[in-house]
């Protein structure tokens, strides 16, 4: 385990543990609007064990897709070659999106998962990601015109 951890560069570290942040945060607002829409529709929105497990699963997926993500960026950038480094992201992609399409099958499929709490957790980081930057962009705009 050390040795993998070893080579897992600082910035591929800190960006995952945001997007597990951001993840977390996400499938837990999720869970909220499960409870509330099952308080006012309790026969057509179910909140109970299937809910929580589909939340804990799919966000795990979303983050280990992340992960996975940055750890094919990290080793194509260190690619010598630039043909083998584009290969190396091409497999990279299909593979992550076999997970996903395999989770969502399973999600889908397996009575344990609700398939919707266990589906909604892949879209989280990429959105998460681009509201961060959007606010952060807003934040330097404004900066910039206020003269700091």
Known sequence: MGKIKERIQPAVRKETEHVMVYTAV????????????????????????????????????????????GMAVQKAAAE??????????????????????????????????????GILPLLIPGTAIKLVGAAKGKNKEVRDRNGG
């Open 26 to 69: 996400g499938v837990a607002a999720m869970w909220c609007v499960f409870l509330i829409l099952h308080l006012v529709l309790p026969k057509k929105v179910p909140f109970d064990y299937t809910v929580i497990l589909g939340g804990l699963f799919g966000g795990a997926v979303a983050v280990l897709n992340f992960f996975l993500m």
């Open 80 to 117: 010598t070659e630039e043909a083998a480094a584009k290969r190396w992201i091409q497999a990279s992609y299909s593979q992550r999106n076999m997970m996903q399409m395999l989770w969502v099958i399973l999600a889908i499929v397996l009575p344990c998962f609700q398939f919707v709490a």
